[in-house]
C-alpha cells in the first residue's frame, strides 16, 4: 500500500532522554513535514524538507532536529532541550505546492 | 508568515442543520487551500482544496468550499449534517513560493443524534 507509515505509535519517554520518531513514505514525494497538535492550538509546523540533505525550521523547531538522508524517510528527534514534548506528532509528505498528505501519527509521552 | 483564523473553536448542532466554518488567512499573495477533517481516532483526510479555477469548491461527503479573494476567505458549508460529521476541521493554506503549510486551530464539530 502506498502512504505515510509513522512509528511508533505510542511511545513513552523519561524527563532528560531523546527520542526518535520514525516517517517512512513511498508516495515519491520530494516534501516532507513533522508538525505537532495539540488541543485547540490546531497544527504547529517543527521542521519541513523540501529535498535530500536540506531542511527548514518551522515555527517551533526548538528542542527538536531532523535529518533528511533519504528521499523516503524524515526522522524526528524530540531532543532533551523540549520543554514540553507531551503530544501528538504528525509527518506528512507532498509533491512540493501540491497537497500534503499525513500518516498516523504518533503520540509521545514524557513519564 | 501567513496565518490563518478560525472562529467558533467548539461548534454544537442537531442533525439535518447546516454548518458553516469560517476561515480567513492573512497573506496576500496567489494561495492553494485546503480543508482537512479528523474524524475521532482518525487521521487527518482532505475534505477538499482550491487551487484555481471556480471559486466554489465541492469535496467528498457534501462539504463544499467558497474562495472569496476579496475577503481572504474560504469558508466551508455542508447544508444538512448527520451524526458522523462530528469531527475536527482545520482550514490550511499554502502559499506560492512557500512550501509551508499554514494551519488555523481548528473547529470542533459536535453533531446531536
Known amino acids: 500500500d502506498g502512504g505515510i507509515t509513522q512509528s511508533p505509535k505510542y511511545l513513552f519517554r523519561k524527563e532528560g532522554q531523546n527520542v526518535t520518531l520514525s516517517c517512512e513514505q513511498n508516495?515519491?514525494?520530494?516534501?516532507m513535514y513533522w508538525y505537532r497538535q495539540d488541543p485547540g492550538q490546531g497544527l504547529r509546523l517543527i521542521y519541513y524538507?523540501?529535498?535530500?540533505?536540506?531542511?527548514q525550521k518551522g515555527d517551533i523547531a526548538e528542542g527538536y532536529s531532523v535529518s533528511r538522508e533519504k528521499k523516503e524517510s524524515f526522522p524526528l528527534t524530540v531532543t532533551s532541550a523540549q520543554k514540553n514534548p507531551t503530544a501528538f506528532y504528525l509527518c506528512?509528505?507532498?509533491?512540493?505546492?501540491?497537497?500534503?498528505?499525513f500518516g498516523e501519527g504518533s503520540w509521545l509521552t514524557v513519564v | 508568515a501567513q496565518s490563518v483564523s478560525q472562529h467558533n473553536h467548539h461548534v454544537i448542532l442537531s442533525e439535518a442543520a447546516s454548518l458553516e466554518l469560517g476561515c480567513n488567512y492573512s497573506?496576500?499573495?496567489?494561495?492553494?487551500l485546503f480543508w482537512y477533517v479528523q474524524y475521532p481516532g482518525q487521521h487527518l483526510q482532505l475534505l477538499l482544496k482550491?487551487?484555481?479555477?471556480?471559486?466554489l469548491v465541492k469535496g467528498i461527503k457534501g462539504f463544499e468550499a467558497e474562495f472569496i479573494k476579496s475577503k481572504f476567505s474560504f469558508n466551508l458549508r455542508k447544508p444538512s449534517v448527520q451524526w458522523s460529521d462530528t469531527a475536527e476541521y482545520f482550514c490550511?493554506?499554502?502559499?506560492?513560493?512557500?512550501?509551508?503549510?499554514?494551519f488555523g486551530k481548528g473547529n470542533q464539530v459536535v453533531v446531536i443524534p
Open positions: 506528512a509528505s507532498s509533491m512540493v505546492g501540491n497537497t500534503i498528505y
Open positions: 482550491y487551487f484555481s479555477g471556480d471559486p
Open positions: 508516495l515519491n514525494h520530494d516534501a
Open positions: 497573506y496576500g499573495g496567489t494561495v492553494n
Open positions: 524538507s523540501q529535498i535530500v540533505n536540506d531542511f
Open positions: 490550511a493554506v499554502i502559499t506560492y513560493g512557500n512550501n509551508r503549510l499554514a
